[in-house]
């Protein structure tokens, strides 16, 4: 296992970018109905807290995608998914310990990840690590 080591950083920034990909496009699709509609066909979400979710989703997203202040984008998104967690999913439909039952396996998936990405650091490349 020594010997796999070596791919750390690159398993790392493969994770961290393939996450930040697949969450862009839950922010693409509240304002652009890109790839799917939020909103039945209907434009773009108007429910500020929507609006503000699509906007952090986005610009997150693109920070960790190229690995810039992945750090604190990482601790904003997972808090950002831990509040749809707690204040959404459970708060609506309850069940805590289930988050099958309520619809929020993604959001608390979503959630742990990027605070892995808090203690974790970017992996390769990232724009952070850049030779200064």
Do not use: C
């Amino acid at each position: 296992m020594k010997n796999l080591e070596k791919y750390s950083p690159y398993v790392l920034a493969l994770l961290r970018i393939i996450a930040a990909y697949m969450f862009i496009l839950h922010g693409t699709a509240k304002f652009w109905e890109f790839p799917v509609s939020m909103t039945g066909g209907n434009g773009a979400v108007d429910d500020p807290l929507m609006i503000v979710g699509g906007i952090i989703e986005i610009v997150g997203s693109i920070l960790l995608i190229l690995g810039l202040f992945v750090r604190p984008a990482a601790f904003i998104l997972s808090g950002q998914m831990a509040y749809a967690y707690f204040f959404m999913h459970v708060a609506g439909k309850g069940n805590l310990f289930f988050p099958i039952a309520n619809g929020g396996e993604l959001a608390l998936f979503y959630s742990l990840v990027f605070f892995y990405f808090v203690f974790a650091g970017a992996g390769a490349f990232s724009l952070d690590n850049r030779k200064r």
